[in-house]
C-alpha cells in the first residue's frame, strides 16, 4: 500500500505490505471455505519453492489442493499490486495463466467427487471445459467469475447456470450491459449479473431484469473484492435464491474492502 503509484522510473515507500495466495479461483475459495464450506483449489502450483508459499497459505483455510500441472519446474504465475492509501484502488501487473496452461487430457474424472457447485474464472479455458463437462455429467451446476473475457470463453458458456460479471467483462463486439446480457442469454445462460464496484449490481434473472444497491463504505483496499464476492456468491446460491445470493455476497465483499489485502477481513469480522 503506498499513497500513490510510482510513475516511471521512481521509487515510493510503502506503508504495508501481504503476501498471498492470489487469482479469482484461489480468493473464492479461500472465502467459500471461511464461510463453512469444504473447498477444492484446482490449479498450477508444480514444484517451485514459490508454490510451497502457496500450499502454506491455503492450508490455513483447510482447503483441498489439486495441482493440475505436479512436475511443472517453473515458478506458478505471480503478480504485483499497489493499493493506493485512501482511495482503495488497486493497480495490477500479472502475468496470468498465459504461461501455465493444464493440458485437459491429466485431469482425473473424479476431480469432482463430493463437490456441490464449481466456479470457474477463464484462465485455464481448456481445463475449464473439460471439467464444466464433467460436472454436467454429474448435474453439478456452474458459476462463471466473468472478470475479463479471454479468448476461448466462449467454449464454457453452454455450461454456466450463473454468470456473475464485472463492468469489465466484455464479449465480442459487446460495449455495454445491454450488450453483455443479450450475448450470455443467447449463449443460454438465464441467470446473469454485473457488478459495477460502488454502483447498483445489474441482474438478468430468467426474463427479468433489475438492480441491487451494494453497501456504500470508505474502501481501504478493493483489491480482491470480486473474487471475494464470487466465493460468497458460491455460498449463498446453495440455499437461496439468485438476488438474495448476490445482496448476501455484495455485504461480504464490502466487508472485505474495508481491510487491506485478501486476508485481513476474516481475521478481523
Known amino acids: 500500500m503506498a499513497q500513490q503509484p510510482p510513475g516511471e522510473n521512481q521509487k515510493v515507500v510503502a506503508s504495508d505490505c501481504t503476501i498471498a495466495a492470489g487469482g479469482p479461483a484461489a480468493n473464492a475459495a479461500v472465502t467459500f471455505s471461511y464461510l463453512g464450506n469444504g473447498a477444492i483449489w484446482a490449479g498450477v502450483l508444480g514444484t517451485h519453492a514459490i508454490a510451497q508459499l502457496i500450499r502454506t497459505d491455503l492450508a490455513e483455510y483447510n482447503m483441498r489442493i489439486i495441482d493440475l500441472a505436479p512436475g511443472r519446474s517453473d515458478p506458478p504465475p505471480v503478480s504485483s499490486i499497489i493499493v493506493t492509501q485512501g482511495t482503495g484502488g488497486r493497480s495490477v501487473i500479472s502475468i496470468n495463466a498465459t504461461k501455465s496452461q493444464v493440458d485437459p487430457q491429466a485431469i482425473n474424472q473424479d476431480i469432482l467427487t463430493s463437490v456441490n457447485i464449481v466456479l470457474v474464472d477463464g484462465h485455464q479455458i481448456p481445463a475449464s471445459q ?100 464470487h466465493g460468497a456468491f458460491c455460498h449463498y446460491i446453495l440455499e437461496n435464491n439468485f438476488t438474495d445470493s448476490l445482496t448476501a455476497a455484495a455485504k461480504i465483499a464490502a466487508e472485505s474492502c474495508k481491510k487491506f489485502g485478501t486476508r485481513r477481513w476474516m481475521k478481523n469480522s
Request: proline residues 7%; contains cysteine; negative net charge.
Open 130 to 229: 473439460e471439467i464444466a463437462q464433467i460436472a454436467k455429467s454429474k448435474n453439478i451446476p456452474i458459476v462463471l467469475d466473468g472478470g475479463s473475457w479471454k479468448p476461448g470463453s466462449e467454449e464454457i458458456l453452454p455450461f454456466i447456470e450463473w454468470a456473475v460479471c464485472s463492468d469489465n467483462f466484455h464479449p465480442p463486439n459487446c460495449d455495454n450491459s445491454e450488450e453483455v446480457f443479450a450475448y450470455l442469454s443467447a449463449a443460454g445462460i438465464s441467470n446473469i449479473a454485473i457488478t459495477r464496484g460502488e454502483k447498483p449490481i445489474l441482474y438478468l434473472n430468467n426474463g427479468k431484469y433489475g438492480s441491487i444497491e451494494v453497501p456504500q463504505i470508505q474502501a481501504t483496499d478493493t483489491l480482491g473484492a470480486g473474487d471475494i464476492f
